[in-house]
């Protein structure tokens, strides 16, 4: 039975601040996806007698090892040979391997440097873990140290090639091999406008604990719900399918994704299917809300452009706020995002225009409007809303991005004819 | 003599991916600096047995172990009773850091839940570490197993808490007790526009191994080199302003700021001490460079809009760019960006604008203008420049970020009257 998992991430450069190991992060996942627990995540630089210990270390703790780093060409890429010797193998070159490192050198019109051979030499017994990008396979070999066998799989450090790997051949082997006959099938939801213990609350009940879990990520600021069904293939997933119903039924508007898909994607597809032209007016945000938007390819179709009127004359010339709006209300007042909105919309001729204008901080806020106080405005066909929010008090970035989801939650909302927000947090 | 550190990161977020320990890369970089070899970072969830098998294997690789996480008010918090237990002491009351959490309750207007009160709990002889920002203090305690001491230092786990107590206090604590009687003294210099290996290159010779260390680390978009003597106290500052005169002087123009500045921060200052207003005129970068002028407070004062225009009719209509010139040299043109940058100029009545539009990718290119082709064009009094480049083939959001670089560095040279790049890596 494989149940527990230990990873082992090595390099200098991780123990000198100098990258962050995202690796390990990436790997608990997915083994946590298939019910494999990790059980610890070891660190250690290129060092001969450290590798050593991490490598004894993992094999004792954990039914799996997942190792990451320290397969390259150079002289500090050390994992093979420790690996080799605490197995008590000796290196044997795959000649395949071989050809397909000198192969993809030839690709690149470049000879082989002669060091790279190293990266063809395997413990004997070992199985090769094909790498579809980059030079340096992987392996996986079991090594028993004390009585206890680990199953030690290799793989490189460069994140774009050790994750194809991990999906293509470690998790298929590790599912198939770790001596149970069920499997995970899971169902994500992007949620926003509702509080972590709102969304606990109107989820509670809904899943009885012996039919799947509940979990919640809050990755600011959205908060994503996980389900997660553990069963034979085939049922796992009729079973999910089941819950998912449930769950989405229940999150209603609330839920603006399912799987990984961003707020600016879900609101791009929303534009392009209605064949609707966006015009966007921004203040506080700076830009934030079409730099989130053309981020997904394709926005060229419905984004036809973005008045960023950071100061009060543009804000006059550009979109016709008033005058004697701004003197009055105030460039962050609903007031003023609403001439905003319906400027945009008029002047770019789209049929639908948002606005933004508030106080980012960390200056710049009164006892009226301290840090934090946004105003939004959407206009379109017989449509004119506007609100002024006030949003806890946190960093300028934090301001920013909080108001950009609102408005392209709005965005989003104004399409599916569904009711904009009355606060920021729709239900707490 | 503190000579080696581990590093313990505990939490159940961290061993099943929900979130990325980056507080482990930042300590061991803190480490590096001060010249502590980090020998091993550990991750264990807040599981009792893993906790009690991390920290003893901790305490027995390290003359000081610096831990991050489980010291919060719930039932999953361990680390402070599992540090009790392991030192051999009782966990007492420190009625200070009672009142100040208590305190910190009545400031948000609300009563302090009575498990906040665990956090006031320390094992005897510790010595509490400050928390300037949130409820949770950390300590040190020095703790001998099998004969070997080793200085255990307790922190938050939420960064913002974790970082400034570490700066404030555990560093200083640090050097002055690691048991030598040297410093390091560091300086910073951010570059862009130059290769590595360029870098390399201008900077060999310049400092012998003897005087100092120089050291690279490339973050795209830009590349950073470090210059980091070991001395005596007052000596090694000496020695490394004395270095860094070399190295200022050798990067000349390619060196943008030092320390931690960003280059959308060295943009506003200049452009704020020269009271000078910018307009921006954006297609393909989609908002990004305001979105980074707007990251810096105070951006208001000098940026009056930006007209992230990523239609052709808003190129026309908002811009003044002729039909013309978009049938016969399409929107990815020098003769674009040429009339963009005049267009903002003239019509924003400001004293530099700038213009991007390009193929962000990963649809849109052509073999005449394939993916990371982008035109970028400036204007100012008596001033109009504009470079069509081919940036090297990479995703949408990596186009977009490398020429909004390239934006705010032409900002930079024209405000510092320096040449504007010939290429989008000036030397190689």
Not at 60 to 79: C, F, H, K
Not at 118 to 137: C, H, S, Y
Not at 257 to 282: N, Q, Y
């Amino acid at each position: 039975m494989i149940e527990r998992a230990v990873i082992l991430s090595t390099g200098d450069e991780l123990t000198t601040g100098r990258v962050v190991d995202t690796n390990s992060n990436y790997l608990t996942g997915k083994l946590a996806e298939i019910g494999i627990d990790t059980v610890a995540v070891l660190t250690v630089g290129d060092v001969p007698e450290r590798l050593e210990w991490a490598w004894r270390t993992a094999i004792g703790l954990g039914d799996v090892v997942l190792s990451t780093g320290g397969i390259g060409p150079t002289a500090d890429d050390l994992t093979t040979e420790t690996v080799a010797r605490i197995a008590g193998r000796k290196l044997r070159l795959d000649q395949p391997s071989l050809d397909k490192i000198r192969n993809m050198f030839k690709q690149m019109t470049r000879v082989m440097p002669e060091n790279n051979a190293k990266q063809a030499l395997f413990p004997e017994g070992a199985e090769i873990v094909v790498n579809p990008i980059g030079t340096a396979p992987g392996f996986r070999i079991p090594i028993t140290l004390e009585g206890h066998t680990s199953q030690v799989i290799v793989l490189p450090g460069v994140p774009r090639e050790m994750k194809p790997m991990t999906e293509e051949s470690v998790i298929p082997w590790l599912v198939a091999n770790r001596g149970r006959d069920t499997v995970f099938a899971v169902r994500i939801f992007q949620t926003y406008g509702i509080s972590e213990s709102a969304l606990d609350e109107a989820v509670a009940g809904l899943i009885a604990p012996e039919e799947g879990r509940v979990a919640f990520r809050a990755s600011f600021p959205q908060i994503s719900l996980r389900v997660t069904v553990e069963g034979r293939p085939g049922e796992a997933e009729r079973k999910v399918d089941e819950l998912a119903a449930r769950v989405r039924e229940r999150l209603g508007e609330y839920c603006y994704a399912e799987g990984d898909e961003t707020m600016e994607g879900v609101v791009s597809k929303l534009l392009t299917e209605k064949g609707l032209r966006l015009g966007v007016a921004e203040s506080c945000t700076g830009g934030l809300i079409s730099h989130r938007l053309t981020n997904i390819p394709g926005s060229s179709r419905y984004l036809i452009a973005d008045l960023v009127t950071y100061s009060n004359e543009a804000k006059m010339g550009l979109l016709g706020v008033s005058a004697e709006t701004l003197e009055s209300h105030g460039a962050v007042s609903e007031e003023c995002v609403v001439e905003m909105a319906a400027g945009a919309r008029k002047r770019l001729g789209v049929d639908v225009a948002i606005a933004t204008s508030g106080i980012a901080g960390p200056d710049g806020g009164t006892p009226d409007k301290p840090v934090g106080t946004v105003c939004l405005a959407l206009a379109a066909e017989g449509v004119s809303v506007s609100r002024r929010y006030q949003l806890r008090a946190g960093t300028r970035d934090w301001v920013k991005l909080w108001t950009s989801q609102i408005a392209l939650d709005w965005i989003r909302r104004h399409v599916l004819g569904m009711p904009i927000a009355e606060s920021n947090v729709l239900r707490r």
